[in-house]
């Protein structure tokens, strides 16, 4: 079940969360006995942790809750944020930690770089308390941003499944419990506890992709296209996603040889459905490349290879990968180094 099937649907503005209500967002939260909240001082890490510390609250038996505040030092009220973060943790029984980063972030790509450079130190600090799972405080509406930025940037289905409420995360869990809330509905919790919160004016500055897309947010709304249809159609092709894998599986399975250099079926893999095949070529690619396998590329490569006659061969390479055909097989392995000039 989804985040957004399995958490509450939005009630009204003043209608508080009920028990039962609480237990459908943190169903994720049973297979740990300790789980750290990422909390920013923003609205929706401030109700994560509101919201977290009443569901625990209610149950004695339930994890153990830390929580920790990743200061970017990008702003001068970064810091005096963060400790606000840590006197509400205080006052909710949860310890608080105030993590710096270990490295000055770039000027180029510096959202990206930073949200990196934050799951990092988190994960590290995670490890360091012995908690086995993160919790952020990602919201329907980030789950509609995402969905409408990895549009943007040509990502295929399993990009535009948006964010899971689940994942592995260097060697712990990352989950986000609030993925079936509405932004506007944290926020008013937040004012109904008499709870402050930091607001990051990053959000709203037009230098940032993200911050233009939130502007456009409300016009499409306006024509339907609203947060909660953006996260149904990343729900659905979530699904989608997970069927493909599924059957990626069993091509791999009985279609790529690893006893050796890889190697595919050529005739197997063009019988494929597209999808599929591609699928399973992108792994074989993959296991061999040193750099990053775009999905443009990889579409192409697959195009060459299910346009070549059945007689005919030839080679290509990808993302340092070299991928080789004849008639009967579809080779990978790793391309030569290149000579320096």
Sequence with gaps: MSAAEAAPENPTPGEPLNAAELDALFPAFAAHDRVLLAVSGGPDSTALMLLAARWRGLRPARPDLLVATVDHGLRAESRREAEGVGRLASRLGLSHTVLALSAQLPRTGLQEAARDARYERLAAHARTVGAGAIATGHTADDQAETVLFRLMRGSGLSGLAGIPAVRALDGLCLIRPLLGLRKGRLIEFCRQAGVEFARD????????????????????????????????????????????????????????????????????????????????????????????????????????????APEASGARTLAGALVRVDTRWVKIGRAPARRAK
């Design 201 to 308: 004016p990053s959000n709203h500055d037009p230098r940032f992709a993200r911050a233009r897309l939130r502007q456009l947010l409300p016009l499409l709304a306006a024509e339907g296209l609203d947060a909660p249809r953006l996260a149904r159609l990343a729900e659905r092709l979530a699904r989608a996603d997970a069927a493909l894998e599924v059957a990626t599986d069993e091509a791999a399975r009985r279609l790529l040889d690893g006893t050796g250099p890889l190697r595919i079926e050529r005739r197997g893999l063009l019988a494929l459905p597209a999808e599929v095949g591609l699928r399973v070529l992108g792994r074989a690619v993959e296991m061999q490349a040193t750099g990053l396998v775009e999905l443009a590329k990889l579409e192409a490569l697959h195009s060459w290879i299910t346009a070549l």
